[in-house]
């Protein structure tokens, strides 16, 4: 069973509450169409060779931009906050501004300063473009 919250867009008020794994978590336009949703779960890290135990996945489907993006900045720094590695699956994304890119780069800061890890993927079409040009020396991980 997927429990979901919804908020409307200009309207994203979580007042500080976590996100478990498992819901998902939905922003939707005025007529009520979905904008971005955003889920977590844990899986195994990302190869066998460097295995690194557990890592929370944080996956956003839709348009991230300066509208949608406290939502999926909540949801990362919950995660980054508890888990020693975090992953965004960026391959549902449709839209990526430069929010989007000024977010994944703060996110990276902030787990690198706390000694996590912190990668992306599915990073493809528009959304690997703009991070080809906000982080073009790859200093965030993509698998």
């Not at 939905?26 to 890290?45: C, F, I, K, Q, Y």
């Not at 996945?57 to 590695?85: F, K, M």
């Not at 839209?95 to 706390?114: I, P, Q, V």
Request: hydrophobic share 45%.
């Amino acid at each position: 069973m997927t429990i979901r919250q919804t908020f409307e867009l200009g309207r994203i008020e979580l007042d500080g509450r976590p996100i478990r794994d498992g819901v998902t978590v939905t922003v939707v336009n005025d007529s009520g169409a979905p904008v971005l949703a955003v889920r977590s779960w844990t899986e195994h890290g990302p190869s066998a060779a460097e295995p690194i135990g557990r890592m929370t996945v944080i996956a956003a489907e839709g348009d991230i931009d300066v509208d949608t993006e406290p939502l999926l900045r909540h949801v990362l720094a919950q995660a980054v906050n508890g888990r020693p590695a975090v992953c965004c699956d960026l391959s549902g994304v449709t839209f990526f501004g430069a929010a989007a890119a000024n977010l994944l780069l703060a996110t990276h800061r902030r787990a690198t300063e706390a000694g996590q890890l912190f990668v992306l993927r599915g990073a493809g079409g528009m959304t690997e473009h703009v991070l080809a040009v906000a982080d073009p020396d790859h200093v965030i991980a993509r698998y």
